[in-house]
């Protein structure tokens, strides 16, 4: 069964760094695509960035120079870091499977969510 | 970056009817569209991509339709668990981008 679960905490400091973990299971980091999509309270979503089964990443040019995604194949877990956090950043954090449907890319399976809030 | 403009904000809809919901982009996607569903205070899910497939699962009174920049999922006949949020997504360019959302309830 294809499962993915976001963790990490709920409460990080203005100016300080978020680390998100993506725990997956069922399928492969190396032969499929994982992607972080941000949904702020009472709004829509927002792509973060995808991690490639290639290890490339690439990441949404509105947070390009704060964010950073990286893996671990052996440990099958996809990492968020994204630094310099602003109350703007509080919101639900989703890790979602990224799979191609003849050529089109979608997101097929979603983890649970990880709630955070930027506050002092 | 690739606008995604859907319509209605939100909508109410009785047992049985047929509904539509509408996504314009800003440009040409050539049916690099998808669309998910979202209820309260669980994970999106996704209903239909390339504008037109339904995914796995997904009951055959959802459809969707559309090409170049209009795209539209319809649901015949509405039922009570398909009350939630819908969005659209674009996967032409990066940054992938959403449509800010239908809210769909039963009236």
């Known amino acids: 069964q294809v499962q993915l679960k976001e963790s990490g905490p709920g409460l990080v400091q203005p100016s300080q760094t978020l680390s998100l973990t993506c725990t997956v299971s069922g399928f492969s980091l190396s032969r499929y695509h994982v992607s972080w999509i941000r949904q702020p309270p009472g709004k829509s979503l927002v792509w973060m960035g995808t991690?490639?089964?290639?290890?490339?990443?690439n990441y949404n040019s509105a947070v390009q120079s704060r964010l950073s995604i990286s893996r671990d194949t052996s440990k099958d877990q996809v990492f968020l870091k994204m630094n310099s956090l602003q109350p703007e950043d509080t919101g639900t954090y989703f890790c979602a499977r990224q799979r191609s449907f003849s050529d089109f890319y979608v997101m097929d399976v979603w983890g649970q969510g990880a709630s955070v809030t930027v506050s002092s | 970056d690739i606008q995604m403009t859907q319509s209605p904000a939100s909508l109410s809809a009785s047992l049985g009817e047929t509904i539509s919901i509408e996504c314009l982009a800003s440009?040409?996607?050539?049916?690099?569209l998808a669309w998910y569903q979202q209820k309260p205070g669980k994970s999106p899910q996704l209903l239909i991509y390339g504008a037109n497939t339904l995914q796995a699962g997904v009951p055959s009174r959802f459809s969707g339709s559309g090409s170049g920049t209009q795209y539209s999922l319809k649901i015949s006949s509405m039922q009570p668990e398909d009350e939630g949020d819908y969005f659209c997504?674009?996967?032409?360019?990066?940054?992938?981008?959403f449509g800010a959302g239908t809210k769909l309830e039963l009236k």
């Open positions: 997504q674009q996967s032409y360019k990066f940054p992938y981008t």
């Open positions: 440009e040409g996607i050539s049916s690099y």
């Open positions: 991690m490639w089964a290639s290890g490339n990443a």
